[in-house]
């Protein structure tokens, strides 16, 4: 079982900025899950909420931001002691960071319409080389994103994330060509796993913070541990 950061490493660095990747890097570990999201200007960032107000402290929607603003942004709300500023960072900026990585989950947040779903696609596709073919997936809860990479022929694994009860995800994933599904913890029963391993299918569990629970997953074969806490989970399991 990999242990994979959570937006680097959410409650041991700032979350989804170069210093928590980098954090992660120093750690030794060399899997991340992260989020993407698309300015007006067409710019791929790395951020979680579609509002700066939770990390930064400003109360402005990611919508009213271009390119030319990141540098403004102090993702450092949470981490009043933390070294140094944290800008907003791009795609290319946290890619650089972790090139060599060996499994790199990559979460597209909801868009609004199908169209946005295939402006984003086509512009991540523009941003990311054949580097990336075999240690990145492409992860959304937003079918609009996944049927994007089926119609863009894409080159880059898929998966599904799941949070909720539906019976028929392991078949809608199936159906979107995924090669894994990103289950919710609570989610995450034995005989779910062992029905999407069945399947022909990787998982993923998120949130997992207790190595206790952590354990047991590994136990139930699962590939991947998404965890805000990646030094407490190589210490314990």
Known sequence: MQIIGHRGARNEAPENTLGGFNYLKQLGIDA?????????????????????ARTTGTSQPLTDCQARHLPQHNHCKLWPHWPHQEPTPTLTQ????IDHFTHIELEIKAVQSMSDAEKIIETLHQNLSSHFHKTLVITSFDVKILTALQKFTSPFKRGLLVEDTSHRAIDHALKLECCQIGWLNTLATQDQIKATHDAGLNVSVWTVNQPERARQLKDWGVNGLITDVPQLMQMHI
């Open 32 to 52: 991340v899950e992260f989020d993407l999201r698309q300015l007006h200007d067409h710019t791929l960032v790395v951020i979680h909420d579609d509002n700066l």
């Open 94 to 97: 946290v890619l650089e960071i």
